[in-house]
């Protein structure tokens, strides 16, 4: 099964990187009042069955993949 | 008969100041063992480990994420929750906060540049194993170099930490967007530190400042306590 796990830095985090993304998108002339940059993680997972590959996930975001103090994340299953 | 405190000091793929902190820790009396980051076990009489700046696993994914899930963790995890020293320095702070062995984060600096400077800080608290050969108030010069040292965690934690003396060094100067300027942290037990600037780099007044050694030092009394208690037969 496929997954796509979709990491963002937490509402009210700093995020220098979505500053920066922004401010050069308003020099460019665009109408952008704010950017967050986060991170997407395309997986192929061994397991078949959904609520399996959504608990495989969460352990992973646990473990590895994001860092609860200050990224939050989402699973989209089968999209990748 | 070898009577210098062993130093562990861990190689990741990417820490490119594994050797300076090694000379450094010589230079200040311990032994340094070299331990790569695929062992599962520190060397015989390790009695403290440092991990070392630099940019373990190109910095993919977090910084120091991908280093605080090696194998040879699980052994330094042991070591810290026994009471041994265990030192991260730059990217080695960013390890051990992704290993959740010190609270808190390093994330990007606020300005988006890697800084590269000598740095003053104020020690703010010396009752653990790294700054007993300091003074409260006392300033530091130790040169930083970082891209990502801006450390954070949230009001709660930030305002409990500082209570209880885990607040242990801060820049006199906002120097990366850092919360409360902090340079360094502790755990609760203080046999646990991290620390942006790098001490190893500040050991000879030849190099502009001898105030690392002063950390290392300590570091080094530590070690020799903590080897000298392992040695002991039960």
């Known amino acids: ?80 | 008969m070898n009577h210098r405190a062993v130093v562990a000091v861990v190689v990741f793929p990417g820490s490119n100041d594994d050797r300076d902190a090694g000379w450094a820790l010589g230079s200040v009396g311990a032994e340094p063992a070299f331990v790569w980051h695929e062992e599962t076990v520190l060397p015989d009489g390790t009695g403290a480990v440092v991990l070392p700046g630099g940019f373990s696993y190109g910095d993919y994914l977090r910084t120091g994420a991908i280093a605080s899930v090696a194998p040879i963790m699980d052994a330094v995890r042991e070591f810290a929750s026994a009471g041994g020293p265990v030192l991260g320095i730059c990217n080695g702070f960013q390890v051990l906060c992704e290993a959740r062995l010190l609270p808190g984060v390093l994330r990007p600096n606020r300005q988006l540049e890697f800084v590269c400077s000598d740095a003053t800080m104020r020690v703010e608290a010396v009752d653990n194993l790294f700054l007993r050969r300091c003074a409260v108030g006392q300033e530091l010069v130790i040169p930083v170099k970082h891209g990502e040292g801006a450390w954070y965690a949230d009001e709660g934690t930030f305002v409990q930490l500082a209570a209880r003396g885990q607040i242990v060094l801060r820049y006199a100067d906002d120097v990366n967007g850092s919360l409360g300027n902090v340079a360094g942290v502790v755990n609760e037990s203080g046999n646990v530190m991290g620390l942006m600037p790098h001490p190893e780099h500040a050991v000879d007044p030849l190099l502009g400042s001898a105030d690392g050694g002063l950390l290392l030092a300590a570091l080094v009394d530590a070690a020799a306590r903590h080897g000298a208690l392992a040695a002991t037969p039960v």
């Open chain 1, 1 to 80: 099964m496929k997954a796509t796990i979709l990491v963002r830095p937490k509402a009210g985090i700093l995020d220098p990187q979505g500053d920066a993304v922004g401010h050069s998108l308003r020099k460019l002339g665009f109408d952008v009042a704010g950017a967050r940059v986060g991170r997407v993680i395309d997986l192929e997972l061994g397991v078949d069955d959904a609520d399996a590959a959504r608990a495989e996930i969460e352990r992973m975001c646990g473990e590895l993949l994001a860092n609860p103090l200050i990224e939050s994340f989402e699973i989209r299953l089968g999209e990748s």
